[in-house]
């Protein structure tokens, strides 16, 4: 059982910067990857960055080279720094724990959402 709870959504402006962190409990924070998705009103949720258990990363190509995602496994905490934001950044970002056999994680865990307004 994994329990994500996210924080540091808000509003900036363009051009701005801004910190997500996702803080998981449970047990085995380390063994499993994470994930940071989006989704915007009326559309469909995004994949934006993934992180996996050795520290490497993908990030969507809208992202790439502005946003920067991380973890702390001593604190069970991902990160996603976030700069030179866009309006099209704005939406509610999600962090997600995906199935992991070596994990032992047998479906999608999912936190509860952050907002995060990108607007002058």
């Known amino acids: 059982q994994v329990r994500l709870v996210e924080s540091g959504g808000g509003l900036v402006r363009p051009g701005g910067s801004l910190t997500l962190s996702c803080t998981a409990s449970?047990?085995?924070?380390?063994?499993?990857?994470m994930r940071w998705y989006r989704q915007a009103p009326e559309t469909q949720r995004e994949l934006v960055a993934h992180?996996?258990?050795?520290?490497?990363?993908i990030y969507a190509d809208s992202v790439r080279g502005r946003f920067t995602i991380s973890r702390d496994n001593a604190k069970s905490t991902m990160y996603l720094q976030m700069n030179n934001l866009k309006p099209d950044d704005t939406a509610v970002y999600y962090c997600n724990v995906p199935p992991s056999n070596y994990a032992g994680i047998a479906h999608d865990y999912w936190g509860q959402g952050t907002q995060v307004t990108v607007s002058s």
């Open positions: 992180i996996d258990r050795y520290g490497g990363t």
């Open positions: 449970g047990r085995g924070f380390s063994n499993y990857a």
